[in-house]
């Protein structure tokens, strides 16, 4: 059963610092991993798609990498706003083909 | 190109009543995927319907049921209605051909709230 944990629960970080949010999976059959930002209230944005063959996506500001085998995957943000501030969720696609989410990481980026 | 659209944006119910989600997908998509978002249990897969067909399901009562039609719009049927059901339901669409680059885009959502 795939369990998903998203590393730190919350963070504030001041505008314009780089930051990294860490999800951790324990079912490496994935066909990809998604990233993706909720606004309170909202629906969700797809951010960026991992396929499972690969390491590395980038989107604008973000990164994010994937290690299939260790069960990990990073969302870099570089030069963080305001407007960033959200809950960033990620979730494994596994071979049950259901997205499965972490908890969520909340981001709030002060001016 | 429209996303995927959900109806109603609100839907307040009494307990024991029954409440009925709608769903239309991106254009060109055929599967769609339910799930619910209740307060302090994060998001949780609910049901998955592909070519009209019911694919997957979570790990929900039967009470939760659902259909997809001919035109792959889905409608999320909830019965009996308890408190614990009041959440905001979101509906996902995907082209559904199984890989790895197929992405879920995601409706704004239905808030449902049972008195």
């Known amino acids: 059963k795939q369990e998903v944990t998203q590393i730190p629960a919350a963070l504030s970080v001041p505008e314009g610092e780089n930051l990294v949010l860490n999800c951790s999976f324990t079912?490496?059959?994935?066909?990809?991993l998604q990233w993706f930002r909720q606004d309170p209230g909202k629906g969700l944005t797809s951010l960026l798609l991992?396929?499972?063959?690969?390491r590395e996506q980038t989107s604008g500001r973000l990164n994010a990498s994937l290690d299939k085998s260790s069960g990990r995957s990073t969302l870099y943000i570089a030069a963080s706003q305001p407007g960033d501030s959200a809950t960033y969720l990620c979730?494994?696609?596994?071979?049950?083909?259901?997205?499965?989410f972490g908890s969520g990481t909340r981001l709030l980026v002060r001016p | 190109e429209a996303g995927v659209t959900q109806s109603p944006t609100h839907l307040i119910k009494t307990r024991g009543q029954q409440a009925t989600l709608r769903c239309s997908p991106i254009?060109?998509?055929?599967?769609v995927y339910w799930y619910q978002q209740a307060l302090g249990l994060g998001l949780q897969f609910l049901l998955w319907?592909?070519?009209?067909?019911?694919?997957n399901r979570g790990n929900f009562p039967p009470r939760f049921s659902g259909r997809q039609f001919p035109n792959y719009s889905s409608e999320l049927n909830v019965n009996a209605l308890e408190l614990e059901d009041s959440a905001l339901y979101l509906c996902?669409?995907?082209?559904?051909?199984?890989?790895?680059?197929?992405?879920?885009?995601f409706g704004p959502g239905t808030r449902l709230t049972v008195l």
């Open positions: 991992i396929q499972s063959s690969q």
């Open positions: 996902a669409s995907s082209l559904g051909e199984g890989q790895s680059t197929d992405t879920q885009y």
């Open positions: 319907y592909d070519e009209g067909e019911e694919r």
């Open positions: 254009s060109g998509h055929t599967s």
């Open positions: 979730a494994p696609w596994s071979s049950s083909y259901k997205l499965i």
């Open positions: 079912d490496s059959a994935i066909y990809n």
